[in-house]
């Protein structure tokens, strides 16, 4: 039997922990002494190369959730666990080609910078707040809750003193050194999960004779060929569009990704920065798959599932396997580095809409001296890191999973149609840019409350399982007829061999036979009924409003409907004209800051 | 040479083919990778037969595997694509551009 620690106070996790505690509050202190405007509490003063900021992009992005989550999710379901990692990618390219270079010539700190550059500030930076901030506060739940339940797991330490420390060290590496810390955090944490999982694969396939076909049969052998095919994940074509669509243009509307663009000098490090980041993240999800097989076969999903339903231990099990309790150790420390970077840049990035587009642009009408901003910018970090460790106890034990598909489907579409809008349209109207932001915004919180996701399986999760109890025992029942009729058919094979062998008794025989008929036609009646009653019951389990899981496909659709029509009735003569200074500094950079 | 103004930069024939290089190369990369994601994502909702073929005959691998980690790489690839464009013409366009206006 496979022994694991896990679970257990693991003293070589918590070292490797305050070592890399200690040398990021190292860093913040150095930060701190260098954060003093807006820019450089925003932006890092513009001074990370991209290939720093690639690196610290993909430390934003590659979350606790994608390595232990994707990971967990192949050792446990094989073949769809990869179909998501890739639906994780796909976004970055989007963001090079159409977003990137746009996005640092035109605007400063947020992307709302971006929307609002030809249009009018106040209702702009309104409605881009409130995109970025609900989608930073979903995103922050999600996190804090899964940084929770990981570390309770990992270190055993109760899940409120995890959300408090989690909390606390995010809180002082934004509020002390603002961005200049936060990419720093980033860009060790991405190193140290970058070389982590590394390593964790060179022991894995040294375990197979460097072969992955070996891996792949060994993976078959044990849990068959389904667990190398695609499977029950993507059922309905359109489900799995929308869900793909919701991914692949939420990232390009995550408002801390987004962010990041201004903390390189011009567009030219900033599409830099994206080919870096893609070529991390795509690494990282190899990887992962790869471990996530790796941990089926060499620990095997009886104790994975057993840790964890979910899998979430399987990239530290399989560690604990190849490389023991040091390794073990070391690759928790990374998993708790990985929540605290990506919680922090989350704050920043909600510290930065609550006041650079909030405070700044609609509460003082564009009018604050830095030091003024830079202070609010501060309070409201304090605020949002206070929000997201009460938010975290509170959701304790919460079923949290659809906060991230709602995150990325309000990404898609309240933040990312306006952005593009603003980006390549001219005709593009304040009107049109507002409507279409909080059109988004609704659509995909209603349409996700209304879909199975949330419906099903969180409103009315008991009738579900009532309902499930029911149909079981019905079937149960109806599998007890089933049984008779069978016992009965064989007696009458019986009778009806008496009948043809033996003329004397064959009155006898026909006349047991016509009675078992009657048996099995009374046995079928009963069956039937039975049947119909599982109808019945099937009728009473709850159906979800919305069919789809994921909102993406109508939410995007109605972001970019609404903001086309509203516009077309708005014409906008100012904006358009200032369109031809907008199209000179989007592509030749003239007047960028 | 005389300076052009900020204004008749975009009435430019040098701006335009900018422009006008920049959004084509940008449109068909999009494209490009919509239709290798929404492939993939095709394949798996219309054609999961496919997907489960063996790779090789008595080898465990399917097809799936290596389509997926493909779609992964060329997704990082086409951004190398892009990057390769930017930093061969792009950037010397828009070097050429900012001459003439001085700036």
């Known amino acids: 039997m496979h022994q694991t620690i896990i679970g257990q106070t693991n003293p070589v996790a918590i070292a490797f922990f305050v070592l890399f505690v200690l040398t990021t509050l190292g860093i913040t202190y150095w930060a701190a002494k260098r954060t003093r405007t807006t820019k450089d509490f925003y932006a890092a003063g513009r001074s990370i190369t991209g290939f720093q900021n690639g690196l610290a992009l993909a430390g934003d992005y590659m979350s606790a959730a994608s390595f232990l989550g994707i990971a967990g999710l192949v050792s446990t379901k094989g073949y769809d666990g990869l179909i998501y990692s890739v639906g994780w990618l796909v976004g970055w390219p989007i963001i090079m080609f159409l977003i990137s270079e746009p996005l640092r010539n035109l605007g400063k700190y947020t992307f709302a910078d971006v929307v609002a550059y030809r249009l009018q500030q106040r209702p702009i930076r309104a409605a881009a707040a409130a995109g970025s901030i609900v989608v930073v506060l979903t995103y922050l739940i999600a996190q804090m809750v899964g940084a929770g339940t990981l570390i309770k797991l990992m270190f055993g330490l109760p899940f409120e003193l995890a959300i408090v420390v989690t909390g606390g060290l995010m809180i002082s590496y934004v509020l002390f050194g603002g961005m200049i810390a936060t990419t720093w955090v980033q860009i060790i944490k991405a190193a140290l999960l970058l070389g982590g999982a590394t390593l964790l694969v060179i022991l894995t396939l040294n375990s197979f004779g460097w072969s992955y076909g070996e891996l792949f049969t060994q993976a078959e052998k044990l849990y068959g060929n389904k667990f190398l095919e695609p499977g029950g994940l993507v059922t309905s074509p359109i489900d799995a569009f929308s869900l793909g669509l919701a991914l692949m243009f939420g990232t390009a509307g995550l408002p801390h990704i987004l962010m990041r663009f201004y903390t390189v000098p011009d567009a030219k490090a900033a599409r830099k920065s994206v080919f870096y980041a893609t070529g991390f993240i795509g690494y990282f999800y190899i990887l992962t798959v790869t471990i996530g097989f790796g941990a089926a076969v060499l620990v ?123 980006i390549m349209w001219k005709k ?166 | 040479m005389s300076k052009l103004k900020k204004e008749d930069i975009l009435d430019d024939p040098d701006f335009k083919d900018l422009s006008k290089q920049k959004n084509t190369i940008s449109t068909i990369l999009t494209i490009l990778e919509l239709v290798i994601y929404f492939g993939f994502i095709a394949l798996i909702a219309y054609n999961k037969p496919y997907l489960a073929q063996k790779l090789s005959e008595g080898g465990s691998a399917t097809k799936g595997i290596p389509i997926a980690v493909g779609t992964i790489i060329l997704s990082w690839v086409l951004t190398g694509i892009y990057i390769w464009w930017a930093n061969k013409k792009y950037d010397v366009l828009v070097k050429k551009v900012k001459d003439k206006i001085g700036g």
């Open chain 1, 300 to 422: 095997g999903q009886k104790i994975i599932m057993g840790i964890d339903k979910g899998g979430n231990m399987a990239g530290p099990l399989l560690a604990e396997a190849l490389g023991g309790n040091i390794f073990l150790g070391f690759l928790s420390a990374v998993a708790f580095a990985t929540i605290l970077a990506v919680v922090s840049g989350l704050t920043l990035a909600g510290a930065s809409a609550l006041s650079h587009d909030l405070y700044v642009g609609v509460i003082r009408r564009g009018v604050a001296n830095e030091k003024e901003e830079v202070k609010v910018a501060k309070i409201a970090t304090v605020g949002l890191g206070i929000c997201a460790i009460l938010l975290g106890i509170l959701f304790k034990g919460q079923n949290v999973a659809f906060l991230v598909g709602l995150t990325f489907a309000i990404a898609a579409s309240a933040n990312f149609p306006a952005l593009l809008m603003s």
């Open chain 1, 428 to 593: 593009f109207t304040t009107a049109g840019a507002v409507t279409s932001i909080y059109t988004g915004l609704a659509v995909a919180v209603v349409l996700l409350i209304l879909s199975p996701t949330v419906w099903i399986d969180i409103v009315h999760k008991d009738d579900v399982t009532k309902v499930q109890a029911q149909i079981k025992e019905i079937d149960a029942a109806s599998g007890g007829i089933d049984a008779q009729i069978a016992d009965l058919q064989k007696q009458i094979v019986a009778a009806d061999a008496i009948a043809k062998m033996k003329k004397k008794e064959k009155v006898a025989a026909e006349q047991k036979n016509a009675e078992l008929q009657a048996s099995v036609t009374a046995k079928t009646g009963e069956k039937n009924a039975l049947a119909a009653k599982k109808k019945e019951a099937g009728a009473a389990m709850p159906k979800a409003i919305f069919p789809l899981k994921n909102p993406g496909i109508y939410s995007m659709a109605a972001a970019f409907l609404i903001g086309i029509l509203v516009s077309l009735m708005t014409p906008d003569k100012a904006s358009q004209d200032k369109f031809a200074d907008e199209k000179v500094r989007e592509y030749i950079g003239i007047g960028a800051e």
